[in-house]
């Protein structure tokens, strides 16, 4: 059990903090979700078959994927939507972080990350990363990075177009807005490498898809995926 010093203790006290899902008041040793939430999070268990799970046959036959897991099931209004909002669109980017490092814990229990090199954040165009000020999924990447050791790859993958919000597009759609949106700009640092792309959500894998592509062309990489949340249709 985690031990909770009097100084954080009274912080909590001074400065309640709430519950990413359900804005309760968070009881000390509770990092971003109450533990009520955390127990009713749905999650996916993907990391014990990472290899044959709906997300992973959701990119078959459109990139090479090793191993794939999300660690939700995630659907608009949901407890898992919830904590992405917050991450995305509300100024939270501590919950990319501490959600990186539950996925670290949970998913390092089942070898999901062995044999892996390094870690890449699906990049953010440079006008959307002013705008947010942070990319969420570089957070997700740090939190995993502190769990399980693997280095953060972050100017290896670059956005080299801005792309329209996929959220409402259908599958071609979102396709044709996302191709040849990425290009690498580090080959050697990939190059002979497991890499684990990292995303906050999958819906349809079209920006997943187009990054592997985009990786593909540095020679002889070998690609899993792993995001919060998986979208399933």
């Known amino acids: 059990m985690k031990t909770i010093s009097l100084a954080g203790r009274l912080v909590d006290f001074a400065l309640p903090r709430p519950c990413a899902v359900c804005g309760d008041r968070l009881n000390p040793g509770e990092e971003f979700v109450c533990a009520r939430c955390n127990l009713h999070l749905p999650r996916t268990g993907y990391a014990d078959s990472p290899e044959d799970n709906e997300m992973a046959r959701t990119l078959w036959g459109r990139m090479a994927v090793e191993r794939c897991a999300a660690l939700l099931h995630f659907h608009y209004g949901s407890e898992a939507a919830h904590v992405v909002y917050g991450l995305k669109y509300f100024d939270h980017p501590d919950y990319g972080y501490l959600m990186g490092r539950m996925m670290g814990r ?3 229990r089942s070898g999901f990350f062995e044999g892996m090199d390094l870690i890449i954040p699906v990049p953010l165009a440079r006008k959307r990363l002013r705008q947010r000020g942070y990319n969420q ?5 740090e939190g995993l990075s502190r769990e399980t050791g693997l280095p953060v790859a972050r100017h290896v993958l670059r956005r080299q177009k801005v792309t329209e919000s996929q959220t409402k597009k259908g599958l071609w759609e979102r396709n044709v807005n996302v191709e040849d949106a990425f290009r690498v700009v580090r080959a050697g640092r990939i190059a002979h490498r497991h890499v684990l792309l990292v995303d906050d959500v999958v819906t349809t894998g079209a920006t997943i898809c187009a990054c592997a592509k985009a990786l593909e062309a540095a020679g002889d990489v070998r ?7 998986f979208v399933k249709s």
Request: glycine residues 14%; charged residues 20%.
């Open 137 to 141: 999924s570089e957070e997700i990447a």
């Open 223 to 229: 690609m899993s995926i792993l995001s919060i949340g």
């Open 106 to 108: 949970e998913m390092g």
